[in-house]
C-alpha cells in the first residue's frame, strides 16, 4: 500500500450474522415503492451494502412452503434503537418493489407480525477516508444499497454525489429519502428518460461530466452487474471492457470498489461491481 492509499474507515464491523424474526413496525407505500421497517432482537447492524434474506410474508402459525425461499434484500436504513425498539431489539428498513410473489406477500405483512430474516450477510462497501470525490450511480431496486454508503463516505467529509437514473418518475424509488441527505452533504442528480424528473435522459449524460469533474482518483460504485454496459458511454467502451475484466480478475463482487488512475494511472474512474446475484446465490446456499 502505497503512502497516499486511504485508510480503511473504521465503519466496516465483522458482525455475524443472525438467523430471528424481525417485528414489522411498518410497512407503507412510499412513493413508487414500499418501506418495511422491522424490528430485529440482537440486530447486529450492518455496513453499508449488506443485505438480509427475508421471508416471503408474515411468519404464520401454520408453515406455508410457497415460495419456499426467502428474498435478497439490501439493508436500506439501518436505524439503530428507535423508540419503538424493546429490549435487546434494534431496527432496520428495507426499501423494495412488488414484482412477483414473494414481495406481493411481503407487502401484506402487517405492524406487529413477524418476518423472518437472516442477516446481515455479503461484504459490503469499504468506506475509505480520502480527498477524492466519490459518484455513487444506480437505478431501480440497487439504490437501497447507495444510502447507507452515501451517508457514510460523506461523514468522512469526502464531496459525494449519488446520481439515480430511471425511465420515468414513477420508476424512482427512495427519491425524498436522498434529497434529504443534502442536509449530510450528500448531492443527488437525478436523470430520467421522459425528462419527469431531473435531467432528460440517460444517467450516463450526468455522469460524464461528473467524471470530467472529478477527474482521476474518484471512486466510482454502480449498482447491479448490468449497469456497466448500460453506466459507460462510447467514448469509454474500450476502457470498459479492461475494466470489466479487471474487475472480475481481482474478485470484486458484492460491494468492492477501485479508485480511478489505480491501474495505469489513467482516467476514466474505474466501477465497482456488485454482483448482487452471485453474493444471494451463496446465501441460499
Ligand atoms: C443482493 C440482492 C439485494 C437486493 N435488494 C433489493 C432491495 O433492496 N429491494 C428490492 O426491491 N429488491 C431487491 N433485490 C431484488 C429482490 O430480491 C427481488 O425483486 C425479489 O427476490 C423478487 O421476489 P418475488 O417473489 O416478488 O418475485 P419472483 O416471483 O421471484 O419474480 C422475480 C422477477 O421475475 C419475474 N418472473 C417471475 N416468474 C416469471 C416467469 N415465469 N416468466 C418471466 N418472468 C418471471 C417477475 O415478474 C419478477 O420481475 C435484491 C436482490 C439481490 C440479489
Not at 491501474?263 to 474512474?269: A, E, L, N, Q, S
Amino acid at each position: 500500500m502505497s503512502a497516499a492509499a486511504p485508510m480503511i474507515s473504521s465503519i466496516r464491523s465483522e458482525s455475524l450474522p443472525i438467523r430471528g424474526q424481525g417485528r414489522v413496525l411498518s410497512n407503507v407505500v412510499d412513493r413508487n415503492g414500499r418501506k418495511l421497517r422491522l424490528a430485529v432482537p440482537d440486530w447486529p447492524g450492518s455496513i453499508p451494502g449488506q443485505f438480509v434474506m427475508v421471508g416471503t410474508g408474515a411468519t404464520a402459525s401454520v408453515p406455508r412452503h410457497d415460495p419456499l425461499l426467502p428474498r435478497p434484500m439490501a439493508v436500506y436504513r439501518d436505524l439503530g434503537a428507535t423508540p419503538e425498539c424493546r429490549d435487546s431489539e434494534r431496527a432496520f428498513e428495507l426499501l423494495y418493489r412488488v414484482v412477483g410473489r414473494g414481495t406481493t406477500l411481503l407487502s401484506e405483512a402487517q405492524p406487529g407480525e413477524s418476518v423472518s430474516i437472516v442477516g446481515p450477510l455479503g461484504e459490503g462497501f469499504p468506506v475509505e477516508e480520502s480527498d477524492a470525490p466519490a459518484l455513487l450511480v444506480g437505478g431501480g431496486t440497487g439504490i437501497a444499497s447507495l444510502y447507507e454508503l452515501a451517508r457514510a463516505l460523506a461523514a468522512t467529509g469526502r464531496s459525494t454525489r449519488v446520481l439515480l437514473g430511471a425511465r420515468a418518475e414513477a420508476d424512482l424509488i427512495g427519491f425524498d429519502d436522498f434529497a434529504a441527505l443534502a442536509s449530510e452533504g450528500v448531492e443527488l442528480i437525478c436523470a430520467t428518460e421522459d425528462g419527469s424528473v431531473g435531467v432528460e435522459g440517460r444517467i450516463t449524460l450526468p455522469l460524464e461530466a461528473a467524471l470530467t469533474e472529478s477527474g482521476p482518483g474518484a471512486l466510482v460504485v454502480c449498482e447491479e452487474p448490468p449497469a456497466p454496459s448500460f453506466f459507460w458511454s462510447e467514448s469509454c467502451r474500450a476502457e470498459k471492457c479492461e475494466r470489466e475484466g479487471a474487475a472480475r480478475a481481482a474478485g470484486h463482487a458484492a460491494g468492492r470498489g477501485e479508485r480511478a488512475g489505480e491501474r495505469g494511472g489513467r482516467p476514466p474512474p474505474l466501477l465497482a461491481v456488485r454482483a448482487r446475484a452471485a453474493a444471494a446465490r451463496r446465501a441460499r446456499g
